[in-house]
């Protein structure tokens, strides 16, 4: 989400594409379609942030990468996320602008450049399937979503 518009953009896993809600939420457009040769059902687009102008989307597995698309100029980019093997979600840290992971399979959180630069790392093995990711940095602390029991955890930041 943008939070300075409000403009609310999707990420459809099944159609590797990602979309804009409508102001009035009665409508998807399609923002970008993005095509991974040899990619595998079920281990694509998987998280989705935004930040200045550009959407970052996590691909899950086959191959761990990120995307970066420019909104202003339509333009896509990526690297390969090659520590993670699972990425589940994506969230962008305003306070230094840099992006966190979460795999679910490694049961970790990374910090990261825009460029998927590792910065750190944290294990989170208390969480069996991470899912869904945010970060508080004025507060230290992770949320994370698990899928498998539907559980919200707070994890206190060490890195």
């Known amino acids: 989400m943008n939070y300075k518009n409000g403009t ?5 896993e099944g159609l590797m594409t990602i ?9 998807l457009s399609e923002i970008v379609e ?9 281990k694509g687009l ?4 935004y930040c200045l102008d550009t959407l970052y989307i996590a691909n899950q597995a086959s191959p761990t990468r990120l995307f970066k698309y420019c909104l202003s ?8 996320v090659s520590f993670a093997t699972y990425l589940s979600d994506v969230c962008f840290d305003d306070s230094d602008n840099t992006l966190w992971f979460v795999d679910s399979k490694k049961q970790m959180i990374f910090h990261c ?26 507060n230290n602390i992770a949320w994370v979503g698990c899928d ?10 060490t890195i």
């Open 113 to 138: 450049t825009l460029n998927a630069e590792l910065i750190a790392s944290q294990s989170i093995t208390m969480v069996k399937k991470a899912e869904a990711l945010f970060i508080d940095r004025k």
């Open 19 to 27: 979309f804009q809600l409508s102001s009035n939420e009665e409508k």
């Open 34 to 42: 993005i095509s991974i040769p040899n990619s595998m059902v079920n």
């Open 8 to 12: 609310i953009y999707l990420a459809d």
């Open 148 to 157: 498998d029991t539907g559980l919200l955890y707070k994890i206190n930041l």
């Open 46 to 49: 998987e998280g989705l942030a």
């Open 73 to 80: 100029s339509k333009k896509l980019s990526f690297q390969d």
